[in-house]
C-alpha cells in the first residue's frame, strides 16, 4: 500500500463550483499534513497546512481525521486560476508526497 | 518569484560530462533538500541536509553526489548520468524548528532545475 494515496483525477470543474479532495495516508505516525499546489512545470507550492481542529484560509478549507487517517481539502467558488495539481504531503522526517490530484476548472 | 534560487534553469549533458546543480536561499534555513520530480509524478526526496551535514540519503546512486558548502548553498555534482535520470530536480529549504522529528515548517521550493541526459 503506498504511503499517501489520492485520486489522480483530473476533476472538470465549472467556474463557482465547490469541489473537494481527500486523501488517505498509511503511517499512523505521521507527523504534519499540508497541501501543496503545483501548476503544470512548475515547483511545489505550499497551500495550507492541515490542523486537526480543521482550518480555513479563504476559499479553502482543510481538514484532517487522524482516526481513520484522511485530510481532506475544499475549494468553494472555484476560479479559473484554480486549475493545478493538488499534492497531499505528510511529514515525518521529510515530506512525503501524494501522486497528487488534477483539477481543471473551466469557464 | 522564488525565495530559492536555483541555477541552471535547464542542463543538457551527455552521459560522460560532469555537471552541478546549484541552489540558494538566504531565509536562514538551516535544512535544504534535493528532490526528482519525474514528469506527471510526485516528487521523490534525495537528501535532506541539517546544520549543513547530510541527514537522509534516499538510496540515491553515487553519480548524484550532494554538496553543502555554507548554510547558504546546496550543490549537486552530477556525473555518468543515465537517460532515466532525466527529471526536474527541485531545491527546498526550511526552518529547523525542535528534534529532528520536528523538521521542516514549511518547505519552499527552487523552481527547478530540468535536466536532459543525452
Given amino acids: 500500500r503506498k504511503e499517501v494515496e489520492q485520486d489522480p483525477g483530473p476533476f472538470n470543474v465549472p467556474e463557482g463550483a465547490t469541489v473537494a479532495f481527500n486523501c488517505t495516508y498509511s503511517n499512523s505516525a505521521s507527523q504534519s499534513f499540508f497541501w501543496y499546489r503545483q501548476d503544470c512545470r512548475k515547483e511545489p507550492k505550499l497551500l495550507m497546512s492541515v490542523y486537526s481542529s480543521g482550518n480555513e484560509d479563504g476559499r479553502f478549507t482543510a481538514q484532517l481525521n487522524r482516526a481513520s487517517q484522511y485530510i481532506s481539502l475544499l475549494i468553494r467558488d472555484s476560479k479559473l486560476s484554480d486549475s493545478a495539481t493538488y499534492l497531499c504531503v505528510l511529514r515525518g522526517r521529510a515530506l512525503t508526497f501524494g501522486s497528487g490530484t488534477r483539477l481543471q476548472v473551466q469557464p | ?118
Fill in chain 2, 1 to 118: 518569484d522564488t525565495e530559492v534560487t536555483q541555477t541552471p534553469k535547464h542542463l543538457v549533458m551527455g552521459m560522460t560530462n560532469k555537471k552541478s546543480l546549484k541552489c540558494e536561499q538566504h531565509m536562514g534555513h538551516r535544512a535544504m533538500y534535493w528532490y526528482k520530480q519525474k514528469a506527471k509524478k510526485p516528487p521523490e526526496l534525495m537528501f535532506v541536509y541539517s546544520y549543513e551535514k547530510l541527514s537522509i540519503n534516499e538510496s540515491v546512486p553515487s553519480r548524484f553526489s550532494p554538496e553543502c558548502p555554507n548554510s547558504s548553498l546546496l550543490n549537486l555534482h552530477l556525473h555518468a548520468l543515465q537517460p532515466e535520470d532525466s527529471a526536474l530536480y527541485l531545491c527546498a529549504s526550511s526552518q529547523l524548528i525542535g528534534t529532528e522529528h520536528t523538521w521542516g515548517q514549511p518547505q519552499h521550493f527552487g523552481d527547478g532545475t530540468r535536466l536532459s541526459i543525452l
